[in-house]
């Protein structure tokens, strides 16, 4: 008896474990330094996409805009977060970022601060998108600027979208109407 309950009790701490994440632990704070929690998230599609101002994928705000638009009413969400990790591509400051989204793209879906997307200070966000052992999904590496991470309604990372790919992809517009 005292065998089947230390078992019991192993299996239950494997499984504890064994879950996996999801995005809704997270709380950043956005562009203008006010917290933004994922768990506001919840029965939500999210697309995550680390930007930069002055990269040849820039144009990619537009479109961006234009999914968050046609979507945004469906529980899709866009959340961007400008990185600088790609030949100092994003040099800005938070203030400066949110004028040039604003001016040059219109962008209306939320934005956080800059962070790391990769390296030594990457965010715990990006921990969580590019590791299997916290997503559950698969372990990736973020490529360059505008890589998208496609998060389902439950908060798991579903699918991992490359840089080039434009965000009114079939793939992705076919995903969001899923």
């Known amino acids: 008896m005292r065998q089947l309950v230390y078992i019991l009790a192993l299996l239950f701490t494997m499984a504890t ?4 994440e999801t995005i809704y632990q997270f709380k950043v704070t956005d562009l203008y330094g006010k917290t933004f929690d994922f768990s506001t998230l919840k029965g939500k599609k999210i697309m995550i996409v680390n930007t ?17 638009n046609t979507y945004k009413k469906d529980n899709f969400i866009i959340i961007g977060f400008p990185a600088n990790n790609f030949a100092g591509q994003e040099p800005g400051t938070n203030e400066e970022i949110a004028s040039f989204c604003r001016e040059n793209y219109g962008v209306t ?16 966000v990006y921990h969580f998108l590019t590791e299997k052992s916290k997503n559950g999904l698969e372990d990736s590496e973020v490529k360059w600027n505008f890589q998208k991470y496609l998060i389902n309604e439950k908060g798991e990372l579903e699918k991992v979208i490359a840089p080039q790919t434009l965000p009114i992809d079939s793939e992705i517009i076919n995903w969001i109407k899923s």
């Open 109 to 124: 879906f939320p934005m956080m601060s800059k962070i790391s997307v990769k390296g030594e200070d990457m965010s715990p």
């Open 17 to 20: 474990y064994a879950q996996k």
């Open 52 to 68: 930069a101002s002055k990269c040849g994928l820039t144009p990619q705000y537009e479109h961006l805009e234009t999914l968050y």
